[in-house]
């Protein structure tokens, strides 16, 4: 991962964006229901399964959407119909088209200019240089790659210096190196005392990037907080192996012995086992087969889909 040695000083003037009981709705359909969520200065993820209303949250955070329930404060005044949130928040959606025949440095001051700076050619300057795409400026960005896409929109969305900054899915399509440069850059603009939030559907993208997590599954906040503590819920759920071994009936009748092991189901196919904590289990199964002597050939987490694991969440 890249580690900022030397963190910019926090800046001066910090914002908060507070959501309370924030609901929208499209007809019949409840994209976010209910969420209350306070977010301050650094690196926050937002993570959720596809559909579970993330985007719908950061339009409303951003003032592009009314949210049909609740309050968007952005420093105490309503994100949505304000201009001034305009000016100290800056959003890089998850699909925006960039004309492919203007160089990065043309794209980036139009931004400059629509927020009326003072001097946006140095803004624009500024803003490209942040995201280190100096030397690609005046080539067209038809034939930037993707990363350098993205690179190119968070400039634009960074130009006016906001001190919120929402990012839409900005990992999607990037190589490892354009994520790690991505990664880097986000922690930098956190350390200097921005708020960023930041969606995915990853885990372990999230995990990377931030302490800081909240979930969203089907429109609700599933969970809240560090990073860890979550992993912990997550790992800790109920969890079922298949499992094929040299001799399945003996390993069954070891298994039922071991605390963490709270069913087996003994079949033609072979073993499923049912454990209700993952790290417990999977150190005591070596120790039992060695004991029996019995090699175990196959061992599969069944029902280990993001889906599953935030359904848990939600549960819990
Ligand atoms: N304009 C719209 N009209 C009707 N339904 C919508 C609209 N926008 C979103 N939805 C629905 O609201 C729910 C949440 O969508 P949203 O795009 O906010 O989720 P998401 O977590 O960002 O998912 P993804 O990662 O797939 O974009 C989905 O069921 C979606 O179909």
Known sequence: MTTIS??????VNTSTLDLV???????????????????????TGLLGPNGAGKTTLLHMMAGFLAPSRGTVTLD??????????????????????VHSFLTAYEFVLATAKLHKL???????????????LEGAQDRRIGTYSKGMRQRARVAAALVHDPQVLLLDEPFNGMDPRQRLHMMGLLHSL???GRTILFSSHILEEVEQVSGTVQVMVAGRLAASGDFRTIRRLMTNRPHVFAIRSTDDRALAVALMAEPSVTGVELSRD????????????????????LARGVRVRQLIPEDESLESVFSYLVEA
Do not use: H
């Open 6 to 11: 030397n963190p910019a000083p926090p800046a």
């Open 21 to 43: 009981g924030v609901s929208r709705w499209y007809g019949n359909v409840v994209a976010v229901n209910d969420v209350s969520m306070s977010l301050g200065p650094g690196v």
């Open 76 to 97: 105490g005044g309503p994100t949505w119909r304000n201009p001034e949130v305009y000016r100290r928040l800056g959003l890089v959606s998850e699909r925006e088209a």
């Open 118 to 132: 003072p001097d946006p050619q140095a803004a624009a300057r500024r803003a490209i240089a942040l995201v280190e």
């Open 190 to 192: 956190g350390d200097a």
């Open 270 to 289: 072979g073993l499923t086992v049912r454990a209700g904590d993952y790290g417990a289990f999977t150190r005591v199964l070596p120790k039992v087969a």
